[in-house]
């Protein structure tokens, strides 16, 4: 086991003026057992910075350390991880067994202790019955295991994983998620885990790395990510559904938003331009009584009203601002057209830069 | 699509029993001429039912005889036929899953250029360069010697083409899952590529193999010594020409020899052969 150190990571493809940076010099320190999620819409270079761990790509800039050893020059082979794929990438032709035991087979261990660490790994995945069966013969749950199988009997430093959820169903990606955690409760291998899923981000990960267009915004636990996002592009993508941002001006103890004056509950950080982010499960519907008398409620117009069950979702808008407000499903539905007034509690609004889109204090 | 009907069923029947006779019954002339004697064949009308000298026939074909034209035992013709077969169908596969292996997975200077190198070179049979082709092998005195019949059929553009093909169906993953399993770029090639292609390396072969065994202009090019000739020479050579007389008995029989191994691989690999064309098994 190890801990991982990223010290300025940098991924570009091509050199001199034809250079495409992807990745702009990652920093971060992951610890040794950690449970580590990568999260980031597609394209923004979270699965290049996995595979430059794992050693599938070449690393522009900075320095990759496994433990204390600086492994940017080392194979993939050589780096001691064991790496599970988006779409399980299991030989073919080789049975459940000797895809497990392929990598060993390489290493020449001798084939009794193969046998010992297949059966071994094998049985913790519920794989036993399987072992002569081919990959073809699988369900797509089954040769997910096995890919996890074959990560596991090389007994690795370092998990990576590599959105290995996202070819299931939905229902097995919940019970292969739980899989997951309970693997790395019982192991205790440091993993790096490679999702555009927030959900299998917030459920899975001990911290969470948010990424954007080849940067980090963001490194840390996931109340820290939902609670406190350091940037407008965390803050619109982690939850569902996304925080409202408002864009608008502060002016004393009001915000607003072109003709529209909010009062706020308490101060904003500072005068001037600033977005303010409000999560929809926060803001909170008025009773009808209190209203007429309450001033600092803020009035939002209601546009649609879509119903999910336990909770409805109540698109409007605050002045011109599209708003988003989530109540509970036994609520009485707001008429589209009418006005619902709404309660922002101090504690729950965040503020942000509207130039560098980064969180204000 | 199942029909039940008794006059469609009769007649798609006869088609393919008159398909069936109009193929098989020069097959069958041959054999019946191939158990009489010469001057029996050459009578009008010619015999239609077997004869009588069977095994005196085909053992003078396959051991040598003494008849007009090439007097040379076809027994040894065939082998050399089968040799050079062989050699020209796994010479071929081997040459074309290295290069296309090479194509493929490496990453080297003029990449690109090779592959249109060869992917060019489809555009040329050995017609086309067959004269400087000669000249080529006769400066390297491998005229009269299997290196002289198979080398310069064995490079093909076709296969390493088809075997590219199959190479980019195979997920990179594969690769990198190897890669991380420690296994260098030939142990890759060998538990993973080579077994995932098996069943297009038989289809390939079965094609190669028939190549091989049809050859006739090169053959007739760079073989002069009796000893050497592949067994479609040997006919060629059986047949004197001008006014002599054939040993018509003989030429069948040896015909016949002749069409047995092809046949014999077709049918043999026929399951592999037809699974090869139909399906990369994934």
Redesign the interface.
């Known amino acids: 086991m190890a801990s991982i150190s990223l010290r300025k990571v940098v991924k570009q493809y091509g050199t001199g003026a034809k250079a495409n940076p992807v990745i702009h010099g990652v920093d971060a320190e992951i610890a040794d057992g950690e449970f580590v999620v990568i999260v980031g819409p597609s394209g923004c270079g979270k699965s290049t910075l996995l595979r430059m761990v794992a050693g599938l790509e070449e690393i522009s800039g900075g320095e990759i350390a496994i433990g204390d050893r600086v492994v940017n020059e080392v194979e993939p082979a050589d780096r001691d991880i064991a790496m599970v794929f988006q779409n399980y990438a299991l030989y073919p032709h080789m049975s459940v067994f000797e895809n497990m035991a392929y990598g060993l087979k390489i290493r020449k261990l001798p084939p009794e202790q193969i046998r010992a660490r297949v059966d071994k790994a094998a049985g913790i995945l519920e794989l036993s019955h399987l072992l002569q069966r081919k990959p073809r013969e699988l369900s797509g749950g089954q040769r997910q295991r096995v890919a996890m199988g074959r990560a596991i009997v090389r007994d690795p430093q370092v998990f990576l994983f590599d959105e290995p959820l996202s070819n299931l169903d939905a229902k097995l990606r919940v019970q292969t998620r739980l899989e997951i955690q309970k693997l790395h409760r019982e192991l205790g291998v440091t993993s790096l885990f490679v999702t555009h899923d927030q959900v299998e981000a917030m459920t899975l990960a001990q911290r969470i790395v948010v990424m954007n267009g080849g940067r980090m915004e963001q490194f840390g636990t996931p109340e820290e990510v939902y609670g406190r996002p350091a940037t407008t592009f965390v803050a619109s993508f982690i939850g569902s559904p996304a925080m409202n941002l408002l864009k608008g001006r502060v002016d004393g103890a009001r915000f607003v938003i072109g003709d529209t004056a909010l009062s706020l509950p308490q101060p904003a950080p500072r005068e001037g331009e600033l977005i303010l982010g409000l999560r929809p499960e926060h803001a909170l519907p008025h009773d009808g009584q209190a209203v007429a008398a309450d001033a600092t409620a803020w009035p939002l117009k209601v546009e649609m009203v879509e119903m999910l069950g336990a909770e409805r979702l109540v698109y409007g808008r605050l002045g011109d601002a599209p708003f988003t407000l989530r109540i509970d499903g036994t609520d009485a539905p707001p008429q589209a057209g009418a006005s619902v007034l709404l309660k922002a509690p101090a504690e729950r609004l965040h503020w942000f830069d509207p130039a560098t889109g980064r969180r204000v204090d | 699509m199942v029909e039940r009907r008794p006059a469609l069923t009769m007649l798609s029947h006869l088609i393919l029993v008159l398909g069936v006779l109009i193929v098989a019954f020069p097959l069958y002339i041959a054999f019946v001429a191939s158990t009489h004697t010469a001057s029996e064949i050459v009578q009008a009308p010619m015999p239609l039912l077997p004869g009588s000298h069977f095994l005196e026939t085909w053992s003078a074909a396959l051991f040598g005889n003494s008849g007009g034209g090439s007097k040379a035992p076809v027994g040894q013709m065939m082998w050399i036929s089968f040799a050079s077969a062989m050699i020209i169908a796994v010479g071929k596969i081997a040459i074309s899953l290295l290069s296309a292996f090479a194509i493929v997975y490496f990453r080297f200077p003029a990449r690109n250029f090779f592959f249109w190198a060869i992917f060019v070179t489809l555009m040329l049979p050995v017609e086309v360069r067959i004269g400087p082709t000669y000249q080529v092998v006769s400066d390297l005195k491998m005229l009269n010697s299997y290196a002289g019949l198979t080398v310069p059929l064995i490079a093909s553009a076709t296969a390493t083409f088809l075997f590219r093909q199959f190479f980019l169906t195979v997920?990179d993953?594969?690769v990198?899952?190897?890669?991380?399993?420690?296994?260098g770029p030939l142990?890759f090639f060998r538990?993973?590529l080579l077994?995932?292609s098996k069943t297009s390396i038989a289809a390939l072969f079965v094609i190669q193999f028939i190549y091989g065994w049809n050859q006739y202009l090169w053959p007739l090019l760079v073989t002069t010594d009796e000893s050497m000739y592949p067994v479609v020479i040997g006919i060629k050579r059986m047949i004197s020409g001008g006014d002599a007389a054939n040993d018509w008995n003989i030429i069948m029989a040896t015909a016949l020899l002749a069409m047995i191994p092809p046949a014999l691989v077709v049918v043999l690999m026929q399951r592999w052969f037809v699974k090869g064309l139909v399906d990369a098994?994934?």
């Open positions: 997920p993953e594969l990198e899952a190897s890669r991380i399993d420690g296994a142990r538990d993973v077994p995932l098994e994934k």
